[in-house]
């Protein structure tokens, strides 16, 4: 048997198909795990070894609907409920 174009031939199993939570194409069917995110256990997979694929799904990846704008929030001391004060024009 070669290694090469008679083998490619003979790949027509699907061992992995798509997750449920992270949408990749990680999930194998025999094991019922997900390699990407470790779907179905209740904890995300990440490894310290992984930098990049943590990046990849760690915070201010997504929308950041709330965090987009904690930063402008902070630098005006999280004031909630108060009217800006009318700025009168000076008459020399």
């Not at 990846?61 to 409920?81: L, S």
């Amino acid at each position: 048997m070669t290694k090469g174009t008679t083998s490619f031939g003979k790949r027509h199993n699907k061992s992995h198909t798509t997750c449920r939570r992270c949408g990749k194409v990680s999930y194998h069917i025999q094991k019922s795990t997900c390699s990407s995110c470790g779907y179905p256990s209740k904890k995300m997979r990440q490894y310290n070894w992984g930098q990049k694929a943590k990046g990849r799904r760690t915070e201010g990846t997504g929308r950041m609907r709330y965090m987009k704008t904690m930063t402008r929030r902070f630098k005006n001391g999280f004031r909630e409920g108060t009217q800006a004060k009318k700025q009168t024009a000076k008459s020399d």
